[in-house]
């Protein structure tokens, strides 16, 4: 099976200019959650969606926002960019329902976001 | 609320000795608890989870880990490090039973020297 894919691998955007990163999940995985990774804040929490529902949410605002497709393809968006937003965003994609709970988390490579 | 505390940001060991790695939870409730590694410019891949029953939980690579009620403690440990250990290291905890909504420690960098 095909890993979790991540696209695109690197982005450089301008302070102000929103973007969007796309991920694919492993074949048969229902279930994304997207982390941001920082050397100054570590790995936080962003959100996860299943079956096209936001299921959890973590603490950042409003100008983060995700969707997921009916193929379980999500997108997360980022409007109004700021420098601090500049950090490697991870999607993971989780079974579910095909074992008893808690499910392992696949992690995809990362999008490296830089906001200059 | 939910929380993890990964001591020593940094940790060196020469090839062949015990790695420790530690971690503290905080958890209102039973907590499920995840090691997880990073090799560089690589994703995350999960060492062992902790959910309920033995305390003591084995995972790959021969890495272990045991739940600590007491001590709120989820220690990971292997008996004989080896060069290719040498990656970054997460403790986490997660705030749903899916175990798809983690809280991360900051992380503990291991260094095997030989």
């Known amino acids: 099976k095909a890993g979790v894919t991540q696209t695109p691998r690197y982005l450089i955007k301008t302070r102000g200019q929103q973007v969007t990163l796309s991920c694919s999940p492993i074949s048969g995985h229902r279930s994304v959650s997207w982390y941001q990774q920082t050397p100054g804040q570590g790995l936080q929490f962003l959100f996860e969606?299943?079956?096209?529902?936001?299921?959890n949410k973590g603490n950042f605002p409003g100008r983060f926002s995700g969707r997921q497709f009916s193929n379980s393809r999500s997108e997360m968006n980022v409007s109004t960019l700021e420098l601090g937003d500049s950090a490697l965003y991870l999607c993971a994609s989780s079974p579910l329902g095909a074992e008893v709970p808690p499910y392992e988390q696949y992690f995809g490579p990362g999008t490296r976001l830089t906001v200059t | 609320a939910q929380s993890v505390t990964q001591l020593g940001s940094h940790v060196s060991v020469s090839e062949g000795a015990l790695v420790l790695l530690r971690c503290n939870y905080s958890?209102?409730?039973?907590?499920?608890l995840f090691w997880y590694v990073q090799y560089p410019n690589q994703g995350l891949q999960l060492l062992l989870k902790y959910t309920t029953g033995a305390t003591l939980v084995k995972g790959i690579n021969g890495f272990e880990a045991e739940f600590k009620k007491s001590e709120t403690s989820f220690h990971l440990t292997k008996p004989s490090a080896h060069m290719s250990d040498a990656a970054e290291y997460f403790c986490a905890v997660s705030l749903n039973q899916a175990g798809t909504a983690l809280i991360f420690g900051k992380g503990t960098t291991l260094s095997v020297s030989s």
């Open positions: 958890s209102s409730v039973p907590p499920y």
């Open positions: 969606y299943f079956s096209e529902t936001q299921r």
